[in-house]
């Protein structure tokens, strides 16, 4: 049923209010006018100036408002903080993207489950964890963006386990706004966009957690490069 609405004294519809913006933005534009040119489509590309570790900690923030749960630590320390988080949840198997860095899981004696084009939802759902990297990270959104490629693995690895963990490089993997991001992205990738974890609620706002992707987010933002020196 449409929502109506009071407008100079009589109730009109959502979508004769809809309808009506869309006629005054084109009113003066005419018929011949080509589609690119017909409206001003120029926006802002970011909100506010933010420095590189504010856009971070931006980040860091919308993701936990998401209930995703958020780690940092250096690049040597990934390996250490990776193998600390399967422990915790008492993960006796991983699923591992065919690209996926070696020395991020050479802390762990958790066996190892290869990402395999055959591999059935059902043995997916018997895989207690998933580790992979991402392609890019939104910070006003809390959002991350995975594109299919080497260090992620296909769409389905990371939508049937029920524990995801995802490592962001900063601050190169992350942007301010989804247009700064869509720059970055190929549209022609299978991209999977993830703010927190799988949820949905009811009509009376009840929150359920798992329904069609994984109950528990860990992202884990890694800064520096393996084996850096820092003064």
């Known amino acids: 049923m449409a929502a109506y609405a009071r407008w100079k004294g009589r109730e009109v519809s959502s979508r004769d209010v809809i309808l009506g913006r869309v ?3 084109l009113a003066d534009v005419s018929d011949d006018t080509p589609y690119e040119q017909a409206v001003d489509r120029s926006y802002l590309r970011e909100h506010g100036a933010r420095s590189v570790a504010e856009t971070v900690d931006l980040l860091a923030e919308n ?16 390996p250490a903080v990776i193998a600390g988080l399967l422990a915790d949840r008492g993960s006796t198997s991983v699923l591992v993207p065919p690209g996926l860095d ?23 759902d018997r895989v207690d964890s ?7 990270a939104i910070a006003e959104t809390g959002t991350l963006v995975l594109d299919g490629g080497p260090e992620q693995g296909r769409r389905r690895v990371t939508l049937v386990p029920d524990h995801h963990i995802c490592v962001v490089r900063v601050p190169d993997q992350v942007v301010s706004s989804v247009p700064q991001a869509l720059l970055r992205l190929d549209p022609t990738r299978p991209l999977t966009w993830i703010s927190g974890p799988s949820a949905t609620s009811d ?12 109950r528990i987010l860990e992202v884990v933002l890694v800064s ?6 820092t003064a």
């Open 23 to 25: 006629r005054r933005a």
């Open 63 to 78: 993701l936990a408002d998401y209930r995703a749960i958020v780690h940092r630590c250096t690049a040597d320390g990934l």
């Open 102 to 124: 070696g020395e991020w899981l050479a802390a762990t004696g958790v066996p190892r489950v290869p990402d395999r084009a055959d591999s059935t939802a059902h043995e997916l």
């Open 130 to 136: 998933v580790v992979t990297a991402c392609t890019v």
């Open 203 to 214: 009509i009376e706002l009840d929150r359920v957690e798992g329904v069609h992707g994984p």
């Open 224 to 229: 520096g490069r393996p084996g850096a020196v």
